[in-house]
């Protein structure tokens, strides 16, 4: 998975608790996303890093924060869990030249009762 | 809003037939389109590029098509195996860096 990895892999947590995946890069990429999967949206696009400290938001944000102090880290906290953010988070990662393959981490399975 | 648009139906096929996805976008002009392919419970990898200005691009069994006249790719695995089992996602983009709109994806079974 071309050097990523998430964690944790697996989290059941309870409506109103806050959450935390972790992204974490060995690639020295300048582009970090966040995406989540659900079946019947495919892939979504959270929010996305083109840099330490320079972040921005995707198609589905609300509800979600990031936060990128390191290049190799990218942190996506779910500020207040709801069953609705139940699913599956990837993060993807892109190099500044060629810019445009994303490569993907295994992903987190997140379960919010 | 852009629509990247894939047929959600799985496709059945038989090995060593060529199996032939449909990628539709609307409202949206992208400067490339991109093929993932995905097993259950792992990340996305990626396949192929193919850029505006490119009408068709190969890489081994796989062939992928650009039509902007259309709005359409499609995506072609020649001489299919058990192992391409899989779904397989188109994906388009603006510029380098850029956000990537993914389609819903295409499940691909290819029987013995």
């Known amino acids: 998975d071309a050097g990523i990895t998430q964690s944790p892999r697996h989290k059941v947590t309870e409506t109103g608790t806050p959450v935390t995946l972790r992204c974490h890069q060995t690639?020295?990429?300048?582009?970090m996303y966040w995406y989540r999967q659900d079946p019947g949206h495919g892939l979504r696009l959270i929010h996305y890093?083109?840099?330490?400290?320079?972040?921005d938001k995707g198609e589905v944000s609300d509800g979600y924060s990031v936060s990128r102090s390191k290049t190799e880290d990218f942190l996506l906290t779910l500020e207040s869990a709801t069953s609705s953010q139940t699913s599956v988070y990837f993060c993807?990662?892109?190099?500044?030249?060629?810019?445009?393959?994303?490569?993907f981490g295994p992903g987190t399975r997140l379960l919010v009762l | 809003s852009q629509k990247i648009e894939q047929n959600s139906e799985a496709l059945n096929i038989q090995e060593g037939k060529t199996a032939t996805l449909t990628c539709n976008y609307t409202?949206?002009?992208?400067?490339?389109l991109q093929w993932y392919r995905q097993d259950p419970g792992r990340g996305p990898v990626f396949l192929l590029l193919?850029?505006?200005?490119?009408k068709e691009k190969r890489k081994e069994r796989l062939k992928v098509t650009f039509d902007t006249t259309l709005k359409q790719s499609l995506f072609h695995i020649t001489a299919s195996q058990p192992a391409d089992s899989a779904t397989y996602l188109c994906?388009?983009?603006?510029?380098?860096?850029?956000?990537?709109?993914f389609g819903g994806g295409t499940r691909v079974l290819v029987k013995p």
């Open positions: 993807a990662i892109s190099e500044s030249q060629s810019g445009e393959t994303q490569y």
């Open positions: 690639e020295n990429h300048r582009y």
């Open positions: 890093s083109y840099g330490v400290k320079d972040t």
């Open positions: 409202n949206y002009s992208p400067a490339y």
């Open positions: 193919i850029r505006e200005n490119e």
């Open positions: 994906a388009a983009g603006k510029a380098a860096g850029n956000k990537l709109t």
